[in-house]
């Protein structure tokens, strides 16, 4: 186990903007991406 | 006159759109079913296996996004051109609905390897940002892709937008090996590849593991990704075919 709490987790040893930064944009990306194909094929389907 | 032997796979089979259509249905959600499993895994890996870097602290955990984003980046580029090619070629209509498909999710990669790249480099170089060949380079892709989505977009014939928007796909097939080789070719800011076919892999083992698990991960993700973009495609562009309007009719 490399974290002793979950403030030390998110912490990230000092570089947690940078690390959830970089997670956090990645997660946004993919999610907006599920959104907006789901919202394009229900669309295709019902014309 | 008959000499051309019949392949054993029948593969123009699957350009005819109710068969892709009808192939992609299965595929798409096991795609996203295996990136989801293998996501999960690599991230537990990443983050609770994988131990602290000695140099670089935490921060060289962005790596476990970074390398598959680009290498997803390029490689997704390769397939679009492919298929770009194979429309113009063959004027096979699934083709273009495949490169078109994967276009902005190609994008969405490149995007993502340069951002996190920037909030790695941040750290680890002192800046967020260098006009080094690599990352000009991946920038250069990133707007390949924007064009190609730009240029099918502002084309209305739909015939013509495929040809057009594939030809530019395929001229900016020749910005991969500069991508690819950059870090070799030039001295960059940028480190060499970790990763060759040739070497020994320059990082540690449980780390190689976990990085290679989100490759896996994220190159799944993008299949479902451009495959379920690819099915909407076809319906739209098929809409007036009895196919489309019996699904439709069905209620799904």
Redesign the interface.
């Known amino acids: 186990m490399n974290w002793e709490s979950w403030d030390a987790f998110w912490r990230m040893g000092g570089y947690g903007g940078y690390v959830w930064g970089a997670y956090g944009v990645f997660a946004l990306a993919i999610l907006v991406e599920i959104i907006s194909l789901r919202a394009r094929s229900r669309a295709a389907r019902r014309r | 006159m008959n000499a051309i032997p019949r392949p054993a796979i029948h593969w123009f089979h699957f350009s005819s759109p109710p068969e892709f259509f009808r192939l992609t249905g299965i595929l798409a959600p096991i795609a996203f079913s295996v990136a989801a499993v293998l996501g999960a895994i690599g991230l537990y890996l990443a983050?609770?296996?994988?131990?602290?870097d000695a140099v670089q602290?935490?921060?060289y955990?962005?790596i476990f996004?970074?390398v598959p984003?680009a290498w997803m980046a390029m490689f997704i580029y390769a397939v679009m051109a492919f298929w770009a090619g194979m429309g113009v070629v063959f004027n096979t209509r699934m083709s273009a609905v495949m490169a078109l498909g994967l276009a902005?999710?190609g994008a969405?990669m490149a995007?993502?390897s340069l951002?996190?790249g920037a909030?790695?480099g941040?750290?680890s170089w002192g800046t967020y940002w260098d006009w080094d060949i690599r990352m000009t380079s991946t920038l250069i892709l990133l707007f390949l892709y924007l064009g190609f989505i730009a240029l099918h977009g502002a084309i209305d014939d739909i015939r013509r937008a495929d040809r057009a928007a594939g030809i530019l796909a395929l001229v900016g097939v020749v910005n991969l090996p500069i991508i690819y080789f950059s870090v070799i070719w030039w001295n960059s800011l940028h480190q060499g590849p970790s990763i060759t076919a040739t070497k020994a892999p320059t990082i540690a083992t449980p780390m190689l593991v976990a990085m290679l698990v989100m490759v896996f991960a994220v190159w799944l993700?993008c299949i479902g990704?451009a495959l379920?973009?690819a099915?909407?495609?076809v319906?739209?562009r098929e809409?007036e075919a009895e196919w489309v309007r019996d699904?439709?009719g069905s209620a799904?």
């Open positions: 983050f609770f296996v994988v131990p602290t602290g935490d921060a955990r962005i996004i970074h984003t902005p999710t969405s995007f993502l951002w996190t909030l790695w941040r750290p993700y990704a379920t973009r099915r909407a495609l319906l739209e809409r699904l439709a799904r």
